[in-house]
């Protein structure tokens, strides 16, 4: 079906000469195929505009497409043109290749602004409470000299050397012709050779910034956090920055999620006897109660003494996990040996002593319950 030459302008139906040609010539620019090179979209786009203010700009073929029906009205498809607009078309792109190879500045390209790549690092109390970092990046910015046009502003303007001064490019074809702006003087008539010194023609320039990166509270490895439009500038919007985040190791903490983990040694004596002890926490010390007949490797939580998520989500827990010596050095070894020479000795002359009783039933019956836990 054909598009509605109004539609294509984005003009409103009964709009005046001067509004359709203005409409016209901001469009074709801004898809010029001098500024948009290789772009099947935009090529695609710039045939229509042109097609369409061919149209209008036409008091006879107005008046047809005017009047004919909707999905009958004259023009191009969305992709589908006449071997006769081809041919015009042909000639147009042709002409701007050839005009690269030729003198004189033509207007930067549309770029549009890139994203960047940073690294933050910070450390596990940052990550459990969120933090602000600054960090300096590279970036391409609009140069405000020439205000990324890439020419020299003080320099005197002459005359279009593409379209003679006219700001339009005409094509001829038979008794027809297409006129389209000229994208080396922006359909201005003039143009100014000279490029800009302070970015060398190019509109932009690289310079380093520092930016603060605000970094939530629980953040996790390899977390992408987004700046926005603090990337490369390009014509529109600035590119994003992204920053990967990196959490330092602690030097006693381990994390799980949002759970923090710590190995807490205990003696031989606080495992077996129970004791309180004072365990550290990412917000200070805190008492941990060590059960009579705890075994090595035993975990005790602490409730809420993990990372807690921004947005009221559940904070975590820190896991305390209770570690007896394994390697013991030659003194306690020592100490340890004569512990059980005594223990030993100890349960033998009670053994000794119950056999006395041997001869009464009860205390038979208690003595066989002794050698059970003594053996």
Request: glycine share 10%.
């Amino acid at each position: 079906m054909a598009r509605d030459a109004y539609e294509v302008l984005g003009v409103l139906r009964g709009a005046g000469v001067t509004e359709i040609k203005k409409a016209y010539r901001k469009l074709a620019l801004d898809y010029h195929p001098d500024r948009n090179p290789s772009d099947k979209i935009a090529e695609t786009r710039f045939k229509e505009i042109v097609i369409a203010y061919e149209t209008l700009k036409n008091p006879k073929k107005k008046a047809t497409h005017d009047s004919a029906p909707k999905d009958a009205r004259p023009g191009a498809g969305p992709t589908d043109f006449s071997p006769e607009w081809e041919e015009f078309f042909s000639r147009i792109f042709k002409s701007q290749r050839d005009k690269k190879g030729r003198s004189g500045a033509a207007a930067p390209a549309r770029t549009p602004g890139g994203d960047l790549q940073a690294r933050v690092e910070i450390s596990l109390e940052d990550a459990a409470t969120g933090a602000e970092r600054e960090i300096e990046v590279n970036r391409r910015v609009v140069c405000e000299i020439c205000e990324g046009k890439g020419v020299d502003p003080g320099a005197q303007p002459s005359e279009c050397i593409h379209c003679r001064g006219s700001g339009e490019v005409r094509f001829k074809q038979g008794l027809a012709e297409v006129s389209i702006p000229c994208s080396t003087c922006m359909g201005e008539g003039v143009h100014i050779r000279e490029k800009c010194a302070a970015c060398k023609g190019a509109g932009r320039y690289q310079t380093r910034e520092r930016i603060r990166v605000k970094v939530p509270a629980a953040v996790v490895e390899g977390t992408q956090l987004r700046v926005r439009s603090r990337g490369d500038e390009g014509e529109g919007e600035a590119g994003d920055l992204l920053v990967a985040v990196r959490i330092k190791p602690h030097k006693i903490f381990g994390r799980s999620g949002n759970d923090i983990l710590f190995n807490q040694p205990i003696t031989f004596t606080q495992a077996a006897l129970g004791d309180e002890i004072l365990v550290p926490t990412l917000e200070g010390q805190v008492k941990v109660r060590i059960p009579v007949g705890t075994q090595s490797g035993q975990t005790f939580r602490l409730k809420g003494k993990g990372l807690s998520p921004a947005g009221g989500h559940e904070a975590g827990d820190q896991l305390v996990t209770v570690e007896t010596p394994i390697r013991l050095n030659k003194k306690l070894h020592q100490l340890l040996e004569q512990f059980q020479r005594f223990v030993n000795k100890k349960i033998q002359c009670l053994r000794k002593e119950l056999q006395r009783y041997s001869t009464n039933p009860l205390i038979n019956r208690l003595l066989d319950k002794v050698k059970f836990f003594l053996n």
